[in-house]
């Protein structure tokens, strides 16, 4: 199955609003990734931070071991439910929270020599190998809300604020610079880090090279990928090279589903509203920004079909995203079906304005669909106070 459209998504099939996972589709993604994983002799894990649905972590299990964390909780997940201790990073650690992630981490990256000297001492007592998050003042990503590299970044230390040593006990180097990228934006990445921090390399034992490798996408160059990290290998044959995307596994796995429950029409602009919200369920299409394709429908305005903006649940006046055109006119009940709203949307959604948060659930390899998770107002008001 290599599209959306091969599923069923009629209202006796699937729940609406629904996010809907398709083991399927979510498997495909795995068998690739671990391939790239023994082919190169690399380590490749889970980012937490893109998708932490810890229902389905029994079949990541089966094709990869580890998964990296970036706060309290999402160590306390990888210890708890993927079975295996994190890779951590985070921009900062406190005195309140430092002792219970590194009882749940295996590796340790800081943002600062300063927060390495405050911690190293309860880090190493632990058995936890230490590292450093560099800033190779390199990056493809061009919306600055997205890019670690970005004049001023607030991540990671540069090769001028780090000289030519390293701290005593440091044993890894951490970089993150690519969003959705290509294995060509790792290669430019890893030329930077050669040139600013190749006086280093000889000195730890592992490389984190982050995430954002989108491997799992149609038109990766996963062969170009597997030869850049053999190559990097061969120049650094002692390094553990360490990759953690986190699109990549959820990329293109499932949807979301939802419900047409009005037209409204203001200036010749008609919109759809739905029983969803960006704002609550799809954050990154107004952060970042971008338009999801919709099943049955073509992105943007065509001349002489039916043009709708969508628009979401909340009060928010910019909750909507537009246009889309259609075949034909839209009526309540429609259903309006998101594609590829896996990654980067259970693990962003908010409660604002108390909407309802859509179920969660996974269709199985035999089709059978399993609600994993329904949320109600008891969801909304223990996060309140």
């Not at 980012?47 to 649905?53: D, I």
């Not at 389905?56 to 160590?75: D, G, K, N, V």
């Not at 670690?148 to 230390?157: D, E, F, H, M």
Request: hydrophobic share 35%.
């Amino acid at each position: 199955m290599n599209s959306f459209t091969d599923f069923d998504y009629s209202p006796a099939a699937v729940p609406s609003p629904c996010y809907l996972l398709e083991e399927s589709l979510l498997r495909r993604n795995l068998e690739l990734i671990r391939s790239v994983k023994e082919r190169a002799g690399v380590e490749i894990i889970l980012a937490f931070k893109s998708f932490a649905l810890w229902r389905t972590f029994p079949i990541f299990r089966e094709y990869i071991p580890y998964s990296t964390a970036s706060s309290l909780s999402e160590a306390k997940l990888a210890y708890q439910e993927m079975g295996s201790k994190a890779h951590t990073f985070a921009p900062v650690y406190t005195d309140s929270e430092f002792d219970e992630i590194a009882d749940c981490s295996s590796h340790i990256s800081f943002n600062s020599i300063a927060q390495y000297m405050k911690y190293r001492e309860r880090a190493v007592s632990r058995g936890i190998s230490c590292g450093l998050r560099i800033n190779p003042e390199c990056s493809p990503v061009e919306t600055d809300l997205y890019n670690p590299c970005a004049p001023g970044s607030r991540l990671g230390i540069t090769s001028g604020a780090l000289g030519g040593t390293l701290p005593d006990g440091i044993e890894g180097l951490h970089f993150h610079t690519l969003c959705e990228s290509t294995s060509h934006d790792l290669e430019e990445t890893l030329r930077a880090v050669e040139s600013r921090f190749g006086r280093l390399l000889d000195k730890v034992k592992w490389l984190n090279m982050g995430g954002g490798h989108l491997m799992t996408r149609k038109d990766y160059d996963t062969e170009h990928l597997i030869s850049l990290l053999l190559g990097f290998k061969r120049r650094h044959p002692h390094l553990q090279l360490i990759l953690e995307p986190g699109s990549a596994f959820t990329w293109r796995t499932g949807v979301l589903v939802s419900t047409v429950e009005d037209i409204v029409e203001n200036h010749g602009i008609r919109t759809a509203m739905l029983n969803v919200s960006f704002a609550c369920h799809m954050p990154d299409c107004l952060e970042m920004p971008y338009q999801p394709y919709i099943i049955g429908a073509e992105n943007g305005a065509v001349q002489g079909k039916h043009i709708y903006r969508m628009g979401g649940n909340s009060c928010l006046s910019g909750d909507f995203v537009g246009d889309w055109s259609f075949d034909r006119p839209l009526q309540p009940g429609d259903r309006i079906v998101f594609e590829d709203m896996i990654h980067y949307t259970t693990v962003k959604t908010t409660m604002f304005n108390g909407i309802t948060h859509p179920p969660i659930a996974i269709r199985r390899i035999d089709g059978t669909v399993e609600i994993l998770r329904r949320f109600g107002y008891d969801d909304y008001k223990a996060r309140m106070c």
